[in-house]
C-alpha cells in the first residue's frame, strides 16, 4: 500500500533563511507526487506536482521540490523563506481510483 | 477558478445528534471525497465518490456515510455524533479518473461534539 513520510512535525526558520521540508513516499509505480500548503483557517492550496520528466519541479510561492527516485524521496525547497510562508505542508502521493495519500504534515514558523 | 464550498466553517453538536455536513463545487468533476485532518495524523480519507450515487470507504469510514444525488454535491453524514468526531473535515475534488489530477479543496468545517 502506498505511504507518505514526513519526518519533521514542526520546524523553525528565521526570515530570510532557506527552507527545506522532507518527504518519503513509498509506492509500488510510478508515483504522482504533490505538495500542498495550508494557511490557518484555510483549505488546501496545491504548491506543485511531479508526474514525469524533469526532476526539479517549480511551483507557486518561490518554491521547487526535487523528485529522487533512488531515495523515494520528494523534499520542498525554499532559498528565502518570507514570513507569510509560516503555515503547514502536506506532501502526498497520488494512488489508485484517484485517491491521495497524505503525509502527517509539517507546521512552519517563520521568526523575524 | 475551481470553487469548492462546504456548508459551514464551525459546527457545533451534541453527542448522539444526526450531522450532515455539506459540499457543492462548481465545476463539472467526476471524483469528490471526505476527509479528516487530525493534529499529527495528517489528512485521513473517510469516503470518496466518483460519480453520481456511486461511494467507496476510504481509510476511515466507521461511523460515517455519504450521499452523492447529484454531480455537484457530495454530503458526509455523521448518523450518531460521538466526541471522538470532533475534528476537521475537508471536502475535495479532482476534474477526472486518474493519479496525475490535482484535488481542489474547500475551506473545511470545524465540527464539535459536545
Known amino acids: 500500500a502506498q505511504s507518505v513520510t514526513q519526518p519533521d512535525i514542526h520546524i523553525t526558520v528565521s526570515e530570510g533563511a532557506s527552507l527545506e521540508l522532507r518527504c518519503n513516499y513509498s509506492y509500488g509505480a510510478t508515483p504522482y507526487l504533490f505538495w500542498y500548503v495550508q494557511s490557518p483557517g484555510q483549505g488546501l492550496q496545491l504548491l506543485l506536482k511531479?508526474?514525469?520528466?524533469?526532476?526539479l519541479v517549480q511551483g507557486i510561492k518561490g518554491f521547487e521540490a526535487e523528485f529522487k527516485r533512488s531515495q523515494s524521496s520528494f523534499n520542498l525547497r525554499k532559498p528565502s523563506v518570507h514570513w507569510s510562508d509560516a503555515a503547514e505542508y502536506f506532501c502526498?502521493?497520488?494512488?489508485?481510483?484517484?485517491?491521495?495519500?497524505f503525509g502527517t504534515g509539517t507546521r512552519l514558523q517563520v521568526t523575524l | 477558478d475551481v470553487k469548492v464550498t462546504q456548508s459551514s466553517r464551525y459546527l457545533v453538536k451534541r453527542t448522539g445528534e444526526k450531522v450532515f455536513l455539506e459540499c457543492v463545487q462548481d465545476m463539472d468533476h467526476e471524483n469528490m471525497f471526505w476527509y479528516r485532518q487530525d493534529p499529527g495524523l495528517g489528512l485521513r480519507l473517510i469516503y470518496f465518490?466518483?460519480?453520481?450515487?456511486?461511494?467507496e470507504k476510504g481509510d476511515i469510514p466507521e461511523g460515517y456515510s455519504v450521499s452523492r444525488e447529484k454531480k455537484e454535491r457530495f454530503s458526509l453524514i455523521l448518523e450518531s455524533a460521538s466526541t471522538n468526531q470532533t475534528s476537521m473535515y475537508l471536502c475535495?475534488?479532482?476534474?477526472?479518473?486518474?493519479?496525475?489530477?490535482?484535488?481542489?479543496f474547500g475551506q473545511g468545517t470545524r465540527l464539535t461534539v459536545v
Open positions: 475535495a475534488t479532482k476534474p477526472a479518473t486518474g493519479r496525475n489530477t490535482e484535488a481542489f
Open positions: 511531479y508526474f514525469s520528466g524533469d526532476t
Open positions: 465518490s466518483y460519480d453520481v450515487k456511486m461511494k
Open positions: 502526498a502521493v497520488g494512488s489508485t481510483a484517484s485517491k491521495l495519500t
